[in-house]
């Protein structure tokens, strides 16, 4: 009764949803001075304290850099951790076999004693950002000392103060090119247990088809834990061990989210590059995408057909193809976004601005005016290195994995006797011989390779400028017609293309035998293609590069002296950074609007029996027919699966804590839709938006779906909406502004009946 008579009262109060997409990604210690009011005026409620303090518990306590790449976040006081499937996939397929198949099946362990350990696994948490900016640029070189050195020298020397008597790690990062830097200190640990996980056809739900694009159904989150000594303190994996308190974990909001909700995003976004020219720009969407997305789509025709010949194939081959898939779509997502808003055209028209604005001031023409001329030749000279760069880190590093094995023993090999001196040559061969056995384990794995060796290398040779091509290649008159003759020839002759062969070798690493490995066809097409990345084409290249990062650190220092009144932040380094924004759909193309929302009827909509994309697990299908959503569901039937918002996130986001205007976990962040993957360059308000998995379907697949309920109870769920009066604010059921303060009282006096 109370309720609905504050209900119908506030309604007359009620203001409309303003939209309030907020670029930037901004560093938890600044928000206070940078962002609070703004924040505040949106509709947070909590302190800026409790979002980021040093010497008292506050979120950034219970958010950790999840081995390196994504974002988790502390839920219990038992060290629990949820991040997304996608970032735990590696883990859950390195625990899976043909007969206990976790990836597809779903893990679920019943106790501490049931959690998986992870070899090399950790999570990092912040433990204090201080800005070192002054102390890293000031004092001067050593004689004769480099820049690069004169840099390395003082991160050195300050890191060694920052963690001094602590077992703390710190890392410095340059911000802006170099024009800030600020230090993180760091506590590490590395006893990380899997211990949860739904199956792939709710955690990775919609897979490739799906991947990058709202609507999205995905169910994308796992589970881990944190381990820590007896004394609570980060520890290498030990049976001794105990679940880690933490100094902070994330209440959990049953309450759901609307349209117009305040909301934001706590993680380790990875790289955003905000600042570049019209010159990177037209690179990165003519030429260096385009070859990217080239190559990988010619790895992912042999990837895809290998994977669907066998289960055990499928699982060895996950957690690549994954990966490869994963920046494959972005990149056209991104190139279809710039398009989409002319970023081209909006970068010349600011450079044009930006040039005028300099050459009406005589003081700025002489310190600026020479940057985008300097910078617009540095990109052009740069073309072809850049060119040959992309198509081989693509060969190279993202190919055949026999190409990157082969490697590891050229390494060795050729400092042999570097090794035999130092006595340890038989062991390195031991190390080699090790991962290279179990690497060709798998009969079908050599007919895997020799495909994507002969897709990639045709299709790289083809486009990398000849004068960049391998010594080896370039002495046979015929390599370029004759392609898959080479591989073939390659893989009938190569030692290391046969594990018997290779062994006898190994087994014996005379010198007579070493020579005869430096000969060997692998061995050599392997070492001329890495020669060639890195004799023919780094050099240039890096230089080229480094010259445009000095540029960039003036051009981004001008830009924010010409354009005064724009609010600036900091590229996104992999560093903790607050996105903040609103619940809120869009409107991405002509005639099209997409909801904020998606529903369990959506999974249902989507649903292709046997589809290796599109399958529901059959309980799955049994709770939402029956609608049996328990707690979680919103209002009497609906199963909210997820919701996109106004954030601002790049990669490494995936996992991070969404957030509500209480400080409580709505949900976790694992995509952007498809037109939002340009923000990494331009942030669009219209068209960016992340996507969260809502943290009630999280808890439902737990609870509902796996019965793990014993983990619902290690957890802080926030269900009933508490009243409460902050400044001129109520906040509970409803949330609106009070206009004056007669209402104010008024309203306090009704609540208190
Ligand atoms: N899905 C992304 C990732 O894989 C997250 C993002 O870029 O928004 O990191």
């Known amino acids: 009764m109370k309720l609905k008579t504050i209900s119908i009262f506030a309604a007359l109060f009620i203001v409309a949803p303003n939209f309030f997409a907020t670029e930037g990604m901004w560093l938890p210690n600044l928000i206070k001075a940078l962002n609070y009011s703004d924040m505040q005026s949106k509709g947070l409620m909590i302190s800026a304290e409790e979002i980021y303090s040093v010497n008292n518990s506050s979120m950034k306590d219970a958010v950790a850099h999840f081995n390196g790449g994504c974002t988790s976040e502390v839920v219990s006081n038992k060290g629990l951790l949820f991040t997304n499937h996608h970032c735990g996939y590696s883990q859950i397929a390195n625990h899976s076999t043909v007969e206990k198949n976790y990836l597809r099946d779903g893990f679920w362990a019943k106790n501490f004693g049931e959690e998986l350990a992870n070899e090399s696994l950790y999570v990092d948490f912040i433990v204090r950002i201080e800005d070192v900016t002054s102390k890293m640029l000031g004092g001067s070189k050593a004689e004769g000392e480099s820049e690069d050195d004169f840099v390395k020298r003082k991160t050195a020397e300050i890191t060694k103060e920052l963690i001094n008597g602590t077992d703390y790690m710190a890392k410095i990062k340059p911000f802006n090119y170099g024009n800030k830097y600020f230090a993180f200190v760091i506590e590490r640990f590395t006893d990380i247990r899997l211990v949860g996980a739904p199956p792939s056809a709710i955690g990775k739900f919609g897979f490739d088809t799906d991947n990058w694009v709202w609507p999205r159904h995905t169910g994308d989150f796992s589970i881990f834990r944190i381990y820590a000594n007896k004394d609570n303190k980060p520890a290498d994996y030990s049976s001794e061990n105990i679940p880690y308190t933490p100094k902070h974990y994330f209440p959990i909001s049953l309450k759901g989210v609307k349209e117009g909700d305040f909301s934001m995003v706590y993680g380790f976004p990875g790289r955003t590059q905000q600042f570049l020219t019209s010159y990177a720009v037209d690179q990165k969407m003519n030429k260096t995408n385009p070859a990217r997305i080239d190559m990988r789509e010619k790895s992912l025709a042999v990837i895809n057909s290998t994977m669907k010949q066998s289960e055990e194939l499928r699982i060895r081959y996950a957690s690549y193809q994954s990966g490869v898939s994963n920046a494959w779509k972005k990149w056209k997502g991104e190139n279809f976004g710039l398009e989409k808003e002319n970023a081209l055209a909006k970068k010349i028209e600011k450079e044009r601005i930006y040039t005028e604005r300099i050459n009406e001031n005589e003081e700025l023409k002489k310190q600026f005016g020479l940057l985008l001329p300097s910078l617009k030749t540095l990109y052009k000279e740069n073309e072809s290195y850049q060119k040959a760069f992309d198509y081989y880190i693509e060969m190279i590093y993202s190919g055949p994995k026999s190409l990157r094995h082969i490697n590891n023993f050229v390494s060795v090999i050729e400092n042999a006797e570097k090794y035999r001196l130092a006595g340890s040559l038989d062991a390195e061969m031991e190390k080699l011989k090790k991962n290279y056995q179990a690497f060709i384990d798998y009969p079908e794995q050599l007919e895997f390779e020799k495909r994507m060796w002969k897709s990639l290398y045709s299709t790289s040779m083809n486009h990398v400028g000849k004068e960049f091509h391998p010594d080896n290649l370039l002495a046979q008159s015929n390599y370029l017609t004759n392609m898959d003759k080479i591989i073939d020839d390659m893989f009938e002759k190569s030692m290391f293309l046969s594990e018997k062969k290779l062994l006898n070798y190994l087994n014996n690493p005379t010198e007579k035998n070493l020579k005869k490995i430096k000969k060997d066809k692998g061995y050599t097409m392997v070492k001329s293609f890495y020669d060639a990345l890195r004799g023919k084409v780094i050099p240039a290249y890096y230089s080229n590069e480094d010259k445009i990062t000095e540029l960039m650190k003036e051009y981004s220092k001008s830009i924010q002296i010409v354009f005064p009144t724009e609010k600036y932040w900091y590229d996104a380094n992999s560093t903790l950074r607050v996105s903040y924004g609103q619940i809120e759909g869009s409107a991405p193309r002509d005639g099209m609007r997409y909801t904020h929302k998606t529903t369990a009827e959506g999974i249902m909509a989507k649903y292709i029996p046997n589809n290796d ?141």
């Open 613 to 753: 994309e599109f399958d529901v697990p059959e309980k799955l299908i049994s709770l939402i027919n029956n609608k049996d959503y328990g707690r979680y569901s919103e209002g009497d039937s609906t199963l909210v699966i997820c919701f996109t918002g106004s954030n601002h996130t790049t990669g490494g986001n995936s996992g991070s804590p969404v957030i509500n205007a209480n400080g409580e976990l709505i949900g976790i962040n694992f995509d952007r839709s498809w037109e939002s993957t340009m923000s990494d360059v331009m942030f669009s308000e219209k068209l960016c938006r992340n996507i969260t998995v809502d943290i009630r379907y999280v808890l439902f697949v737990i609870d509902k779906y796996a019965g793990a309920s014993h983990l619902i109870e290690e957890m802080k769920l926030v269900e009933t909406p508490k009243f409460t009066i902050k400044k001129d604010k109520i906040v509970g059921g409803i949330e609106l502004p009070i206009q004056n303060s007669g209402v104010l009282k008024s309203l306090e006096k009704q609540m208190s009946k």
